[in-house]
């Protein structure tokens, strides 16, 4: 844990100068990201640079979720050197991926997590989620943070991250979930640029919902 968490904050003295610099990032709510305990962090995923401009909305160290092929490639060492977790983006379930960070939650780590599973490079506003943030709110106990990111990925372009209230879990996956959903669709709506939102296909939780079951 210790020398993870050398590694990690060395890391993000590189890259947070870096950041500020080059996309000059504009960070909303980070207070509602908690000075302490445990706490998922979820929210839409556009760009690889994502889940750094999540890191340095924070003080605290965030385990990220990141997709397996990072680990197995040639910089993978610094992956796992800076405690991400792997997914196996090919397979339906990644039962090992979920107990890692429903471990880190369990010692009151912070733990981001993207649940449309992938970038999303679509006209769509949001992709439907995945069921994991959700499960480890409600088995863990751990509160979700919803957050969302717009803007230009170019530099100069003008990032926006926005943070929401900490929400607790349901009691049920599906509707913990839809909250999710709809709390960091309400974020996007409220952060990103009228004329780039009103282009998007709005689908709603529940319209994903039916889509997939008509083709499962």
């Excluded at 968490?5 to 509602?32: D, K, S, T």
């Excluded at 990141?66 to 397979?91: C, E, M, N, Q, Y």
Aim: positive net charge.
């Amino acid at each position: 844990m210790e020398s993870r968490a050398i590694i990690y904050r060395a890391l993000r003295c590189v890259f947070e100068p870096l950041m500020w610099l080059l996309f000059q990032p504009r960070i909303i709510g980070r207070q509602n990201i908690p000075k302490d305990g445990a706490a998922v962090l979820a929210g839409n995923h556009t760009h690889a640079i994502d889940p750094i401009l999540v890191d340095i909305s924070t003080r605290r160290i965030v385990r990220t979720l990141a997709k397996k092929d990072l680990h197995d490639g040639a910089f993978g060492w610094l992956f796992r050197s800076a405690g991400t977790i792997p997914v196996d983006l090919h397979a339906k379930h990644n039962p090992a991926a979920l107990q890692a960070a429903k471990q880190a939650l369990s010692s009151g780590e912070l733990v981001n997590v993207s649940p449309e599973a992938k970038r999303n490079y679509t006209d769509e506003l949001l992709l439907p989620f995945k069921f994991g943030a959700a499960v480890m709110a409600e088995d863990t106990g751990a509160v979700i943070v919803p957050y969302a990111i717009t803007g230009r990925y170019k530099p100069f372009g003008g990032l926006t991250i926005i943070f929401g209230r900490p929400m607790k879990a349901t009691g049920d996956a599906d509707k913990t979930n839809r909250q999710l959903y709809d709390k960091v669709a309400a974020l996007l709506k409220k952060v990103m640029p009228e004329e780039e939102y009103k282009y998007k296909k709005i689908t709603t939780y529940e319209e994903w919902r039916t889509r997939n079951e008509k083709t499962s």
